[in-house]
């Protein structure tokens, strides 16, 4: 018989989980500032999907009738003639929030023109501007960038250096130089003092901030680790016998994941390249189900084969979800193997921190007479947050779950003082 208190905390523990993190899973939720810096003049791009858009402006403007098929060539087209009419507003909301000076000198942001860069997940809305006066390079440039952060605190910002002779950097779209957030909104950008390195470190913090937001990866990384204090189990014999040492189990918990990064940095170098693209609802639905069968192996072993099998094969498909991070943006060029490696190195990082959390504290709780309830009841909850996702994701639908959670989680963002 389950002890009356023991279920409680589980149960609050999950509700807490979900009501923090499941209005957060796996969206990309970034926007671009692209720089083209030559001797007599810089000029720039600003680049927002539009799912920003509308929530900027409240609008409900279709992306869907923008769409590219999978594998069509990406390429940018002038924008349509329906959207002339937001052009205005849309001036005026940049204008108020984006910022940039060279010293004392503030630096007007003229727009030049507007395009349309129609993608198969995504469809962005590219203002190309220069900045005037116009200037030779200057050393630095101080940024104020301040777009979606009050609508959406996991928004990002990048800062991406396009072209910069000078420094050595010819077509680029996959080093970022700076990542704006809602803490972090005024940085400087060095435009004589570029290196690798430093965009190298961007990309893994990126890699790391991606795994906070991806909740379906976190909660797959979850059913993973729930077992991993106990010993494996079959079909036939279900009994739960905690490990004996931290540091098998520890090592044990840390190949399956290393295997879980490898598989979806194979599917997402595929992905970035255009070797492989899937619709974007059939890779976010095989993700959800791979949350609830990884789940139900902790309650009723369903695979003859280990964990590792599960981390890997189900890996190749989240690595399609963190396409749409980078690959589905179409970000390329010279730098995309140095970008891809240090994504992957912060997806890395993220999940071993979130093992470092967790693990310690489960095998504290191995040897409880409760730990079966927190197996069995935890894995069932992964199992129904797997069916949530996979409803909405396969049958298009929104049970406004998600839009609520998220309207009260910023409410109480704003009463502590933390938005």
Not at 73 to 89: D, N, S, T, V
Not at 216 to 245: C, G, M, N, Q, Y
Request: charged content about 20%; hydrophobic content about 50%; glycine content about 6%.
């Amino acid at each position: 018989m389950i002890k009356k208190h023991y279920l409680q905390k589980v149960i609050l523990c999950f509700i807490l989980m979900s009501t923090t993190f499941i209005t957060f899973a796996h969206q990309p939720d970034q926007s671009y500032l692209y720089f083209r810096i030559y001797p007599d003049r810089i000029e720039g791009t600003i680049e927002l999907t539009i799912k920003d858009i509308n929530l900027a402006f409240d609008k409900e403007i279709d992306p869907k009738p923008y769409f590219k098929e999978p594998n069509a060539e990406i390429e940018k087209a002038p924008l349509p003639a329906e959207w002339e009419q937001y052009i205005p507003e849309l001036k005026e909301y940049l204008l108020s929030r984006v910022s940039i000076k060279n010293g004392d000198q503030i630096l007007n942001i003229n727009f030049k023109d507007f395009e349309i860069l129609s993608l198969s997940r995504s469809v962005y809305i590219l203002h190309n501007f220069e900045l005037l006066p116009a200037i030779t390079t200057p050393e630095n440039l101080e940024i104020d960038y301040n777009l979606i952060f009050d609508k959406h605190t996991i928004h990002r910002g990048l800062v991406i250096i396009e072209h910069n002779w000078k420094a050595g950097v010819i077509n680029n779209e996959s080093i970022s130089s700076l990542i704006f957030s809602p803490s972090n909104t005024t940085q400087t950008l060095s435009l004589t003092n570029l290196s690798l390195w430093k965009g190298f470190v961007a990309m893994i913090k990126l890699g790391m901030w991606h795994i906070y937001i991806g909740v379906d990866h976190i909660f797959f990384l979850l059913a993973l680790i729930l077992p991993a204090v106990i010993l494996k189990r079959t079909r036939e014999d279900r009994a739960i016998v905690p490990v004996s040492t931290f540091r098998s189990a520890f090592w044990y918990i840390l190949k399956i994941v290393t295997l879980f990064t490898i598989a979806h940095s194979i599917t997402l170098t595929l992905a970035a390249l255009g070797i492989i693209q899937l619709e974007s609802w059939l890779i976010e639905s095989i993700i959800a189900i791979s949350i609830g069968l990884a789940a139900l192996h902790n309650i009723y072993p369903i695979f003859s084969k280990s964990e590792n099998v599960i981390a890997f094969v189900f890996g190749l498909f989240h690595g399609l979800g963190f396409a749409s991070v980078l690959g589905e943006k179409g970000i390329e060029g010279e730098y995309l193997a140095l970008s891809l490696f240090g994504f992957n190195v912060g997806v890395e990082i993220g999940q071993v921190l979130i093992i470092c959390a967790l693990f310690p504290i489960l095998f504290l709780l191995r040897k409880k007479s409760f730990y079966k309830h927190i197996l069995f009841y935890g894995s069932l909850f992964l199992i129904a947050a797997s069916i949530y996702w996979f409803i909405e994701r396969f049958f298009d639908v929104n049970f406004l779950l998600d839009d609520y959670i998220g309207k009260a989680i910023n409410k109480v963002l704003k009463i502590i003082g933390l938005k």
